[in-house]
Every structure is written in structure tokens, then in C-alpha cells.
């Protein structure tokens, strides 16, 4: 068994379904689970309709509504009745949001759910139109459960023995399960969800749940590339990564897949394929426990607005809790620290631009010397740590010659992961000449 996850562009239209069909016919053979997102921009559509509601007690789903409706007429789908009631109930929804004038977190993942409930029940009626036995399921008619942290829910360990009780049978008698990605419901069954692009990590924990061979995730480019395609045009896709190299790349901007979508499979070493199904012919990349060569440098990212917040004691140098005392008040403001810098009177980290830190910055003057710099990028080098000094030569001469200033470095405990700061400004710049370094010019 294998479990093939499509990502929005790749079933945006009429046209997008009947291809993504084609790919997933070629499977059967290989017993596949299907999981998708929502159409195209739907989610986005779906939270512009309720900051509509709130902000002028009005919204339509007419976009939404038309994209659905005419997809079904286009593909010649008669499953008007199972797409019809969600869209009333969908309607109804955003009048009591106009009303109350208030979203939380839980209605939030109740409205966004919406998307991926449609377009897995239009996908399936297509697949039994060309004779392909296939089955709409949501996520928790699969075996999804999870805790009630809206908007980024986990998936609870109950689910690990639901889902292959629940997805087994239906493989087994040759049916085609279509699991809508992204969403799961609670214990007290209220819908959540798993974070934007959450159905990349529904298609891992279905995989490790199943024990599935693989798990392919299907988007719109050629896989994981050595660089943001953006910022670096020569970025070629690679072959392989290892979990630690693409959960670090998921994070740091390269936003190719799920930050957590690695999780589930590290336990299990179920290999995942990142695929485009634009080019189905193009090999892809294969993310897998190990590999045997590792390359100096794997891949070149960054992160743009990121504020640096540099730390200097000067009363408690060599006290023991100075540290603890930087941290807690971080967390005491809900704010979450991304890379860490130390020497023994000082402690940069870096945040988010879109945190407001006047009230740490007023806590943390309690006890040290507060500076707050805005404007900054992380720039993030995957690529085999034991080979650090070679890389960071190479990488400070580039940036040297270029005249970018190199400010913060953190290796982390991470094996692969070498971070630094740069002004925003010149961030696409270096990632451009630490590529070229490594990689050569095209
Ligand atoms: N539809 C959701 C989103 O846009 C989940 C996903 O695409 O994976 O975030
Ligand atoms: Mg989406």
C-alpha cells in the first residue's frame, strides 16, 4: 500500500482532477490512500469570507460556491446532493460569524474545514466515474483524532491504531479511500486543524499508521529544490534529503512541506517522495532515514523579517539563572525564540518581526540591557555540520567579497543546520552567492 497526498494547485480546477486521476490510476496496482487539500485558494477563500463576515457583517461564498459547482458540471459529476447541504451549512455559518462579529480559533478550523470536505467528496464521485472504486472519508471517519489545540492541533495516539482499523478493510477490498487532509476532530467531536498545509502531515500519519510503503506528496514543483526558485533561478531539485535535512528546510523557509510532516515517518522510516504533478516524468525527491553521501552543503534558505533581540547583562556576568531569567520572560510574553546566541555577558535571539515586544523589552530592562534590531534575515545553510569549518570559509568569503555582513551564527544541535543573520536587504543577495559557491553558476 502507498499513500498519495495532492496539495491544492494540484486539483484546482476540472482539468487539475482529471490529471491528478490519471497519476492516481497508474497506482492502483500499488494500493493507494488518497488525501488532498482543499481547491486551489480555497482555505485563503474560506478566511476572506469570515474577516468579511466580522468586518462588514456581510460575506459571500459565491467564489467558492462557483469553483465547486463548476468543477462537478465541467467533470459531468452528479453529487450535487452530498455538496449542496455543506455548502447551506457553510452559509449558515458566516451568518452567525456576521453576528457575533467574533472568530475564535475553534469556529476558525470548523469554517476552514470545509474546503478539504468538498473537494475530497468531488474527487471520489470523479474517480467512480471512471470506474475507480473510491470513497470520501473525513479525516475522523479515518481514525483521525486529535487534542483541542485549535489552528495547530496534534494528532492523538488513539489514532495510530484507528486509522489501519478504519483504512485496511477498504484497501483490502480494493476500494480507493479519498481522506480529506488537514482537519481531525476532538474526543468531545469538534473539528480542527492541523495548521496551513496540514494535509502533508495527514498523508505521513497515514503512511506510518498504515505501514505503507511510501508516501507521496504531490505539489507544484519538481520537488525539493537546493534553493527558493525565487531568489535563486539555477535552483536545481534534489534527489534525495534525509528527514532531519527536510523538517530543518520545512522550517526555515522553504516551504515545500509541513514543518512537522516528518515526524510521523522518522519512526516508522517510511520513505516520502515529494512529486510535481505538473511533470509527473520529473523523478521528484526522496526524503529517507539515511543517506550515503552526504553532500557538504545540501540546500540554501532563508526567512526575511526577523527581529534581532540582543541581550547584555552587565550586573549578573558568570551568575548561574541569567539564561533562566531571559528565557522565562520570553515565555511569559508568548514569545517564541528561534535561533540562540551566547557569549558570557551576552544573549542575542532571534523572533518573528510581527511580534510586539514592548512589554518584554520593558520586563527584560530589569534586568539587562535590552537592543532591539529590526529588519533582519536568517540565512540557513543544510548541509553536513562536521564539514562546518570548510562551509563557513567558503560561505563568509563569498559574503565578504559581496560586502554582507555575517551577524549572528548558530550551529544548533541539529547535524545539519548552519544559521546566520544578515540584513533583510542583502539576504537574497548571499543566499545567491553561497549557491553559486556550492553549486556552481547554472
Ligand atoms: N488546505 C489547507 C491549507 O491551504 C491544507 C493544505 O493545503 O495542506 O493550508
Ligand atoms: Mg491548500
Same mark, same amino acid.
Given at each position: 500500500?502507498?499513500?498519495?497526498?495532492?496539495?491544492?494547485?494540484?486539483?484546482?480546477?476540472?482539468?487539475?482532477?482529471?490529471?491528478?486521476?490519471?497519476?492516481?490510476?497508474?497506482?492502483?496496482?500499488?494500493?493507494?490512500?488518497?488525501?488532498?487539500?482543499?481547491?486551489?485558494?480555497?482555505?485563503?477563500?474560506?478566511?476572506?469570507?469570515?474577516?468579511?463576515?466580522?468586518?462588514?457583517?456581510?460575506?459571500?461564498?459565491?467564489?467558492?460556491?462557483?469553483?465547486?459547482?463548476?468543477?462537478?458540471?465541467?467533470?459531468?459529476?452528479?453529487?450535487?446532493?452530498?455538496?449542496?447541504?455543506?455548502?447551506?451549512?457553510?452559509?449558515?455559518?458566516?451568518?452567525?460569524?456576521?453576528?457575533?462579529?467574533?472568530?475564535?480559533?475553534?469556529?476558525?478550523?470548523?469554517?476552514?474545514?470545509?474546503?478539504?470536505?468538498?473537494?475530497?467528496?468531488?474527487?471520489?464521485?470523479?474517480?467512480?466515474?471512471?470506474?475507480?472504486?473510491?470513497?470520501?472519508?473525513?479525516?475522523?471517519?479515518?481514525?483521525?483524532?486529535?487534542?483541542?489545540?485549535?489552528?495547530?492541533?496534534?494528532?492523538?495516539?488513539?489514532?495510530?491504531?484507528?486509522?489501519?482499523?478504519?483504512?485496511?478493510?477498504?484497501?483490502?477490498?480494493?476500494?480507493?479511500?479519498?481522506?480529506?487532509?488537514?482537519?481531525?476532530?476532538?474526543?468531545?467531536?469538534?473539528?480542527?486543524?492541523?495548521?496551513?498545509?496540514?494535509?502533508?502531515?495527514?498523508?505521513?500519519?497515514?503512511?506510518?499508521?498504515?505501514?505503507?510503503?511510501?508516501?507521496?506528496?504531490? &505539489?507544484? !514543483?519538481?520537488?525539493?529544490?537546493?534553493?527558493?526558485? @525565487?531568489? #535563486?533561478?539555477? /535552483?536545481?531539485? +534534489? %534527489?534525495? *534529503?534525509?528527514?532531519?535535512?527536510?523538517?530543518?528546510?520545512?522550517?526555515?523557509?522553504?516551504?515545500?512541506?509541513?514543518?512537522?510532516?516528518?515526524?510521523?515517518?522518522?519512526?516508522?522510516?517510511?520513505?516520502?517522495?515529494?512529486?510535481?504533478?505538473?511533470?509527473?516524468?520529473?523523478?521528484?525527491?526522496?526524503?529517507?532515514?539515511?543517506?550515503?553521501?552526504?553532500?557538504?552543503?545540501?540546500?540554501?534558505?532563508?526567512? &526575511?523579517? !526577523?527581529?534581532?533581540?540582543?541581550?547584555?547583562?552587565? @550586573?549578573? #556576568?558568570?551568575? /548561574?539563572?541569567? +539564561? %533562566?531569567? *531571559?528565557?522565562?520572560?520570553?515565555?511569559?510574553?508568548?514569545?517564541?525564540?528561534?535561533?540562540?546566541?551566547?557569549?558570557?555577558?551576552?544573549?542575542?535571539?532571534?523572533?518573528?518581526?510581527?511580534?510586539?515586544?514592548?512589554?518584554?523589552?520593558?520586563?527584560?530592562?530589569?534586568?539587562?540591557?535590552?537592543?532591539?534590531?529590526?529588519?533582519?534575515?536568517?540565512?540557513?545553510?543544510?548541509?553536513?555540520?562536521?564539514?562546518?569549518?570548510?562551509?563557513?570559509?567558503?560561505?563568509?568569503?563569498?559574503?565578504?567579497?559581496?560586502?554582507?555582513?555575517?551577524?549572528?551564527?548558530?550551529?544548533?544541535?541539529?547535524?545539519?543546520?548552519?544559521?546566520?543573520?544578515?540584513?533583510?536587504?542583502?539576504?537574497?543577495?548571499?543566499?545567491?552567492?553561497?549557491?553559486?559557491?556550492?553549486?556552481?553558476?547554472?
Amino acid at each position: 500500500m502507498i499513500v498519495m497526498k495532492f496539495g491544492g494547485s494540484s486539483i484546482a480546477n476540472a482539468d487539475r482532477i482529471r490529471d491528478m486521476a490519471e497519476i492516481v490510476k497508474k497506482h492502483v496496482p500499488r494500493k493507494p490512500v488518497l488525501t488532498l487539500s482543499a481547491m486551489g485558494d480555497t482555505t485563503d477563500h474560506l478566511l476572506d469570507a469570515a474577516y468579511a463576515a466580522i468586518n462588514t457583517g456581510s460575506s459571500s461564498i459565491d467564489e467558492i460556491q462557483e469553483l465547486h459547482l463548476e468543477t462537478i458540471a465541467a467533470l459531468g459529476l452528479d453529487v450535487e446532493n452530498e455538496i449542496t447541504p455543506l455548502l447551506e451549512e457553510l452559509k449558515n455559518l458566516l451568518i452567525g460569524v456576521s453576528m457575533i462579529k467574533e472568530l475564535t480559533k475553534k469556529t476558525q478550523d470548523y469554517l476552514m474545514s470545509f474546503g478539504e470536505r468538498l473537494s475530497t467528496r468531488i474527487a471520489a464521485a470523479y474517480f467512480r466515474a471512471v470506474s475507480v472504486n473510491a470513497k470520501a472519508l473525513d479525516a475522523w471517519d479515518a481514525g483521525f483524532l486529535s487534542d483541542d489545540n485549535y489552528s495547530s492541533a496534534w494528532i492523538l495516539k488513539e489514532s495510530w491504531e484507528m486509522i489501519p482499523r478504519k483504512l485496511n478493510p477498504l484497501v483490502k477490498a480494493g476500494v480507493l479511500p479519498v481522506v480529506t487532509g488537514f482537519i481531525a476532530k476532538t474526543t468531545r467531536n469538534t473539528i480542527t486543524t492541523l495548521g496551513r498545509g496540514g494535509s502533508d502531515l495527514t498523508a505521513t500519519v497515514i503512511a506510518a499508521a498504515c505501514g505503507a510503503e511510501e508516501a507521496q506528496v504531490w &505539489k507544484d !514543483v519538481d520537488g525539493i529544490l537546493t534553493a527558493d526558485p @525565487r531568489i #535563486v533561478p539555477e /535552483a536545481k531539485p +534534489l %534527489e534525495a *534529503v534525509t528527514y532531519e535535512e527536510a523538517a530543518e528546510l520545512a522550517y526555515y523557509g522553504a516551504q515545500v512541506l509541513h514543518p512537522r510532516s516528518m515526524q510521523p515517518c522518522v519512526k516508522t522510516s517510511t520513505p516520502v517522495l515529494v512529486k510535481n504533478s505538473y511533470n509527473a516524468r520529473s523523478p521528484g525527491t526522496r526524503i529517507v532515514a539515511s543517506l550515503e553521501k552526504p553532500a557538504p552543503v545540501r540546500a540554501i534558505t532563508s526567512r &526575511k523579517n !526577523v527581529t534581532l533581540v540582543d541581550i547584555v547583562s552587565t @550586573r549578573m #556576568v558568570g551568575q /548561574a539563572g541569567f +539564561l %533562566e531569567q *531571559v528565557f522565562s520572560t520570553f515565555a511569559k510574553h508568548d514569545v517564541s525564540i528561534d535561533m540562540v546566541a551566547t557569549s558570557e555577558v551576552s544573549i542575542s535571539v532571534t523572533v518573528d518581526a510581527t511580534y510586539d515586544l514592548s512589554g518584554l523589552r520593558e520586563d527584560m530592562l530589569k534586568i539587562a540591557q535590552v537592543h532591539i534590531k529590526t529588519g533582519k534575515a536568517i540565512v540557513t545553510i543544510i548541509g553536513d555540520v562536521e564539514r562546518s569549518s570548510e562551509i563557513l570559509n567558503r560561505t563568509f568569503s563569498v559574503c565578504a567579497a559581496a560586502g554582507v555582513q555575517a551577524q549572528m551564527l548558530s550551529q544548533g544541535a541539529s547535524k545539519v543546520n548552519i544559521s546566520f543573520i544578515v540584513n533583510d536587504a542583502q539576504s537574497d543577495e548571499a543566499v545567491r552567492r553561497i549557491h553559486r559557491e556550492f553549486f556552481g553558476a547554472s
